[in-house]
């Protein structure tokens, strides 16, 4: 028998493992159900086929770990579905344990890996065949294995620990898959069609052109003919009857061309509208439902809730709604963290909540909405709301605001604070998740996404997590504005009006500029002064507001101009991104131009808070527009972000991608200052600032190092090189940049 090549092998095992994780997930979801007495014959019969043909593909391959659990888990759904043993939770726990050491096999799977778990996987699949045989009860608790069994299996899915606390990244995707349904792979097809049909029609055109031309370059020929033989003979008569035949020639191509014009105008409208369908069925095939995501909380809900001797219910709603997969991906684990929080410490034991009135069983709700270009997912549950007079407490003792100013505070924003770094009510750590620890992590995720998250609680009555989201991160419809002399994209989903105001329209409330929105007093602000690049003009005819809603509140943004709302195609920042607190993602035009996309829910935060001042008078810029910065880094993405705000600053910007790009630009002109990365091919960021600093033309220029590189033994370097300034990416934004630059030059 022909060995298959290696690359087909891979390919194989790929999709092994991806229809594994479908099976695992079914699986799951039909044994929570079983558990709950909530299964048909139907469901039996499918429980039964999933472990089958999990088996099955499993010892076609060799995968014998997996092969043998899932036969094991095969001949107990079986007994189930021929009800010949009594299946209680007890034995759910069992089979689910064996569950989560199959998901661990599935990813180990791989061509030429012969390690199958051995004698821990006899050990599981042993327990689950030993509820074939006649027991005594046993009280329901989540299994608790021996030392050496599913720890021991790499990748093996651990439920019950808490969340690790740190901001989400895309990892790698080598064998990530996306089943399509027909009828949206049809759409694509289709479009692919009209938009080849075009391109036939496009190729016509080309012909008639052609031709055209030919005609208008023979009556050209024939005229300077014309010309010539009239200067030799001087027959009016004939002259004029020839220069009547060439210019008759010269109307007929003129005509040709004319027609010809019009219908590729046409042509390329279709074009445009074609592409513009493709494209949208193109995001379409990134698009999935939110079923796999919402059943898939059921089973962590389920052990933790065991675990911490309470008894609770999730429900879902909405779960047909569809966002992007790797929206999917990206909210996963913050929507884990807020659930886990739910169960610890929102919902009661059943003798508090009886003597409360309540039902015994918690309940917690996640559901989602579509609201116009967004989604809505909600988290809501019954339990005892969150201690807002603990918050105000913890937000006064950190620091994070002042005694007085939290003794005003709404109960709604004190609520907010649960969001801030450090705020929690709990004074024990749970291994399961302290509700406001690490809230701030899941604001960075969903800020990640362009997504906004709020939260609404009541004492006694429950807490709801509201976060809304862009249905794909591919494209994003926004207002395209400009502030400060640079533009910028408003994404459209918050915008609830435009408006022309004038000095008239703005008011004072507790020192503090509003607007009105509907008879609302709406705090305000200018854009640019919020991006802390530069001021606007004062209040002239014609300034635009933009009025924004977003789940921290209402807005007025002011800004120097407006240039439309579109569809952009979206960048993700990458690492740069941690200098950007009010920027989500970026657009790159035609012209390979960045225009940078709000973070509108961070600037409307921050205006409401009274951290964004509005001001009327522009701060003269003078030198300071004059001055030249050379930019080292060699992250296009990075180089193109920091290039922006420098220039939307009113600096001169020169870029190099490493350090010798960087001397050799020292050299063509004149710098005041230089940022640089220390990180690069060539020649490093530590190598460039020690030859400036030998240098006695630049060993006066000031160097600012901006670096991820974040230990002190890198800082020491960096300084011991000749830096002046140290700047870690994930402790400012933009605002501080500028201002070390300012001290310096």
């Known amino acids: 028998m022909a060995e298959i090549s290696p690359d087909p092998l891979q390919e194989i095992y790929a999709l092994f493992r991806a229809e594994g994780r479908e099976h695992v997930e079914r699986i799951t979801e039909l044994l929570l159900a079983l558990e709950r007495d909530d299964i048909d014959a139907g469901g039996l019969e499918e429980l039964f086929r999933a472990a089958h043909s999990l088996k099955g593909s499993a010892s076609t391959l060799g995968v014998d770990g997996v092969a043998e659990i899932a036969h094991a888990m095969e001949d107990v759904f079986g007994a189930v579905k021929r009800r010949q043993i009594t299946y209680d939770q007890a034995a759910n726990n069992d089979v689910l344990a064996a569950v989560d050491a199959i998901s661990g096999l599935l990813e180990e799977a791989a061509p030429g890996r012969t390690e199958d778990g051995g004698a821990q996987v006899r050990a599981i699949a042993a327990r689950v065949r030993r509820l074939l045989e006649p027991r005594s009860g046993e009280p329901p608790a989540p299994a608790q294995l021996e030392e050496g069994e599913v720890k021991k299996i790499p990748g093996a899915a651990d439920t019950a620990t808490g969340p690790e606390r740190r901001v989400t990244r895309r990892g790698s995707r080598g064998d ?84 010809i014009d019009f219908d590729f105008g046409a042509a390329a409208k279709r074009f445009e509208l074609n592409l513009a369908g493709f494209g949208a069925e193109l995001g379409r095939l990134r698009m999935a439902p939110l079923r796999g995501l919402f059943r898939g909380f059921r089973r962590p809900v389920r052990d933790l809730a065991l675990r911490l001797g309470k008894n609770v219910q999730l429900d879902i709603i909405g779960e047909d709604n569809e966002l992007d997969k790797a929206i999917i991906e990206f909210i996963k684990d913050p929507l884990n963290h807020i659930l886990r929080n739910a169960v610890d410490h929102g919902i009661e034991v059943e003798e508090t909540r009886r003597a409360a009135g309540k039902p015994p069983a918690g309940r917690i709700l996640i559901s989602s909405t579509r609201v116009d270009s967004s989604l809505v997912i909600e988290v809501e549950d019954d339990g005892a709301g969150i201690d807002l007079e603990k918050v105000r407490e913890a937000a006064v003792a950190t620091g994070i605001v002042r005694a007085e100013a939290a003794d005003a505070l709404a109960p709604e924003d004190i609520a907010r604070l649960v969001f801030e770094p450090g705020i929690t009510t709990t004074t024990e750590v749970s291994e399961f998740g302290g509700r406001g620890v690490g809230l701030d992590v899941v604001v960075a995720n969903v800020a990640a996404l362009r997504g906004a998250v709020d939260v609404w609680s009541a004492p006694g009555v429950g807490t709801r997590f509201t976060i809304q989201l862009p249905l794909t991160i591919a494209t994003a419809r926004g ?58 003009r004062g209040f002239e005819a014609g300034t635009t507001a933009l009025f924004l809603s977003s789940p921290s509140g209402d807005a007025a943004l002011v800004v120097s101009a407006v240039w439309g709302e579109g569809e952009f195609l979206t960048k993700d920042l990458g690492p740069a991104g941690a200098l950007m607190a009010y920027f989500s993602a970026a657009h790159v035009t035609g012209k390979g131009e960045v225009v940078l996309i709000l973070n509108a829910d961070a600037l409307v935060r921050d205006v409401i808070r009274g951290e964004a001042l509005l001001r009327a008078a522009a701060v003269p810029a003078a030198e300071v527009r004059k001055r030249t910065i050379l930019v080292v880094d060699d992250s296009l993405t990075t180089r193109a972000l920091e290039k922006n705000i420098l220039e939307a600053a009113g600096y001169n910007v020169t870029l190099a991608s490493d350090g010798q790009e960087a001397l050799a630009a020292l050299a063509a002109m004149a710098c005041d200052l230089a940022i640089v990365d220390l990180q690069m091919p060539r020649m490093d960021g530590y190598e460039l600032t020690r030859r400036l600093r030998a240098s006695p033309q630049y060993r006066d220029l000031p160097v600012v190092v901006v670096t991820s590189l974040e230990t002190d033994k890198d800082m020491a370097r960096g300084l011991e090189a000749g830096a002046d300034a140290y700047i870690k990416k994930s402790h400012f934004d933009q605002r501080e940049l500028l201002s070390v630059i300012e001290q310096f030059i």
């Open 176 to 259: 990530e898959t996306l089943r399509l349904p027909v009828e949206k792979l049809d759409a694509v097809i289709d479009g692919f069609s009209e938009m080849w049909q075009e391109k036939f029609k496009n190729d016509e055109f080309g012909v008639r052109f052609h031709g055209a031309a030919l005609s208008a370059r023979a009556a050209n020929k024939t005229l300077g003919e014309v010309l010539e033989t009239y200067r030799q003979r001087g027959d009016r008569e004939e002259f004029l009857r020839n220069v009547e035949k060439a210019a008759a020639a010269l109307v007929a191509a003129d005509r040709d061309m004319r027609a």
């Open 479 to 536: 207002m395209l504005v400009e502030a400060g002399g640079a533009k910028f994209i408003v994404p459209s989903s918050i915008i609830r009006r435009v408006a022309v105001v004038s000095a008239g329209d703005f008011e004072t409330v507790e020192g503090k500029p509003v607007l009105r929105l509907e008879g609302r007093a709406v705090a305000a602000a200018y854009l640019a002064s919020v991006l802390g690049i530069g001021e606007d």
